[in-house]
């Protein structure tokens, strides 16, 4: 028996590998068996090169856990080692290794992340003695067993095996005792090592018989070793491929269609990429992808791997090129990153171009699924953008397609205002916005759906990549206000009659919380509606935008704002007119004639006080000028508390600003109620 001292201290060593290179405890076991399945595609390395000439047998790795004993052991049939090759690889190498970066880097340990495998030390996250059983493959070479408690010390010492391979035993430490549970190691084998291309056993398959279930003879292999973006895509079907997907995610839908990757220069990747079904919730979709090193799970955390907005996609991704830490957990900085990625956008937006190109009909009937990954990507990232928007598609209230291209001859003739933009009319919600749609469709417009949960920031982008171009929604106002071509409809009352109108449905209008109106009475044809609710583009576009922008959350308190039309071209307008005015008309004569003799003196004063400087101007005309102006507002209060006393009881206006509010989803509650009495009374 060999006695020895690694050279370091445990003070040192083990802390570092505990807090540092290990985070995770749970990597001990992928860390292991993928240690022995390197020892075993070298083992077949050697017998494809005639090196080694013995019989390679069940090359299987076997994980095993005796409660009992409280051991876990991985054994592997590989190469086994030599007691010179632990003394190279255990003892110097990794060791030696560590304490010269523990000098280096003594003030910033996590600088040793990423310079040299520690692999086999990750052992000790969860043991308090590991021993190493093993049998080099060259003849005649005597089985040893190494020894170590984490310390410093270590033993080595011939020993009896029957056959070549390493077998890997942990002490497990009382700390943790969940890795002796058989599901604990079963979910970690599944999690990391379903994909390696070498048999992994653990224990035996089990089967139901009397009532209970017992085990078998058979191994429980928990992987699949030629997982398909190992093999050729001429070698699969698209039963093979929606397969491994439901395997992947056994509760998803059928993925819209998938995308396999193969490239070995100037990096080397695989994988198998699907565009899920996902309609809202990007955050909640992300982290799908699985990146592989070798057919060994590393995480699903692959932001700067893929480009975010590829990050909504699921499947995965193997390659050996993608640098990691020690600990295969995280990503480093390195050029190859970048390339990948780019490869992967080009990728993507190649099979999205080729769909569109072969088959537009089947393009058109995913888009609904495919718009939100197309939209993120365009607003993300710009190169995606050049590609992207020669196949991204408008979709119409009319559920037709067109390409930005076409689109913009479609409209180009009838949606061009008089300062020459081309005005892109659009909805979010086809049945709340339906009368608004049909006045535009009756007016030749065409109308695009926008219900997406990117559409508000897709709009801002494309208002800025297209030339003379605005966006509007069907509802943001009046039809004739939306494309302005100087059209006229009737004749346009005077200012004292609009403002008239105006106070008669302010005063009845209902209080609604967040909610401001503005009145205002324009000419828009005998057969445009009595009255339209509206809502002002740039403001609410403010607040969906502050719904999905943080930072823009003070337009997101500020109150809703519409604006109520008035057609003053319509009978039903022109008879509240008429019928307030002769009702107040008695009443508003002397609060009149006081308003304009207030009017006049207003005017004379403050032409007086033109053009002088305050300290130049009397206390008295400073006295007068105010008196003047608080009668004058008293009166005007005066003026608009009897036209509101007298619209009040106007069944006409209540009925016209239920029938716009309603029209909106804006009458809710006690006045829905009353609307209904008030519209059988009418009847």
């Known amino acids: 028996m060999k006695k020895g001292n690694i050279g370091v201290t445990t003070e040192n060593i083990f802390p570092i590998i505990k807090k540092f290179l290990y985070s995770d405890h749970e990597i001990f076991l992928r860390e292991l068996v993928s240690n022995g399945v390197d020892a075993t595609q070298k083992l077949k390395t050697l017998a494809s090169t005639g090196e080694f000439k013995g019989e390679l047998g069940d090359l299987t790795i076997h994980v095993s856990v005796d409660k009992e004993n409280q051991t876990i052991t991985i054994s592997d049939r590989g190469l086994g080692l030599t007691a010179e090759e632990i003394e190279k690889y255990i003892n110097q190498i990794a060791f030696s290794g560590a304490n010269d970066f523990l000098e280096k880097y003594k003030d910033d340990a996590n600088a040793i992340i990423g310079h040299f495998g520690l692999g086999f030390y990750s052992a000790f996250m969860v043991a308090k003695q590991v021993d190493i059983v093993t049998k080099s493959y060259k003849e005649e070479a005597p089985a040893v067993k190494w020894t170590c408690d984490g310390s410093p010390e270590f033993t080595l010492e011939e020993t009896e095996k029957a056959d070549r391979g390493t077998d890997i035993i942990l002490h497990v430490d009382d700390d943790c005792k969940e890795f002796l549970e058989e599901s604990r190691i079963q979910g970690l084998l599944t999690k990391y090592c379903r994909f390696l291309p070498i048999p992994i056993a653990f224990g035996k398959k089990k089967e139901w018989k009397d009532g209970k279930q017992v085990e078998t003879n058979e191994d429980n292999i928990i992987n699949d070793t030629c997982p398909i973006w190992t093999k050729k895509p001429s070698e699969l079907k698209d039963e093979d491929y929606k397969k491994f997907y439901r395997d992947l995610y056994p509760m998803s839908d059928e993925p819209l269609f998938w995308i396999h990757l193969n490239v070995d220069y100037p990096f080397n990747l695989t994988g198998v990429l699907y565009f899920p079904k996902i309609k809202s919730n990007i955050d909640l979709q992300k982290n799908k992808i699985q990146l592989y090193c070798n057919q060994v799970y590393v995480t699903d955390s692959v932001e700067g791997i893929v480009p975010d907005f590829l990050t909504l996609l699921h499947g995965v991704i193997d390659s050996p090129d993608i640098p990691l830490n020690v600990s295969r957990s995280y990503l480093q900085s390195d050029s190859n990153v970048k390339k990948i990625s780019t490869y992967i956008t080009k990728k993507v937006s190649d099979r999205l171009q080729s769909i569109f190109k072969n088959d537009r009909n089947e393009f058109e009937s995913k888009w ?10 365009m607003l993300t990232q710009e190169d995606f953008y050049e590609k992207a928007n020669k196949f991204a598609l408008f979709k119409d209230t009319d559920n037709k397609y067109y390409t930005f291209e076409e689109y913009q001859t479609l409209i180009k003739d009838n949606q061009t205002d008089k300062d020459g933009n081309l005005i892109y009319l659009y909805s979010n919600n086809l049945d709340e916005q339906y009368t608004y749609i049909d006045a535009a469709k009756s007016k030749g417009y065409n109308v695009l759906m926008m219900d997406g949960q990117l559409d508000v920031p897709m709009i801002n982008m494309l208002e800025q990549k297209f030339e003379k171009s605005r966006f509007t929604r069907v509802d943001s106002d009046i039809i004739d206000r939306l494309i302005v071509k100087e059209e006229k409809h009737g004749e346009e009352l005077t200012a ?14 209902p209080k609604v919380q ?75 004569v002397p609060v009149e004639s006081e308003i304009a003799m207030l009017d006049l003196r207003q005017t004379e004063l403050r032409k007086a006080q033109e053009g002088k400087k305050d300290e130049d101007i009397s206390t008295a005309e400073k006295d007068e000028l105010n008196e003047v102006e608080q009668k004058l507002n008293e009166q005007k209060q005066q003026k608009t508390t009897i036209i509101n006393e007298s619209a009040a009881d106007n069944k006409v206006v209540h ?29």
């Open 368 to 377: 609904d699924d495919l718009k939100i990954f197309i939209n993120y990507g």
């Open 496 to 509: 004292d009659k609009k403002e008239f109108l105006s106070t008669v449905f302010q005063g009845q209008l």
């Open 514 to 588: 967040k909610v401001e109106f503005h009145v205002e009475t324009q000419a828009l044809g005998e057969t445009a509606s009595p009255i339209v609710i509206t809502q002002a583009e740039y403001m609410r576009r403010m607040k969906e935008m502050a719904n999905i922008q943080p930072g823009m959350s003070f337009y997101g308190e500020m109150p809703d704002m519409y604006n109520l039309v008035l057609n003053s071209d319509h009978q039903l307008i022109k008879k509240v007119l008429e019928d307030t005015e002769s009702a107040c008309a008695e009443k508003l």
């Open 655 to 683: 009925q016209l600003i239920d029938l716009a509010l309603l029209q909106n989803n804006m009458l809710k509650g006690e006045a829905l109620t009353n609307f209904v009495k008030r519209s059988i009374e009418l009847i």
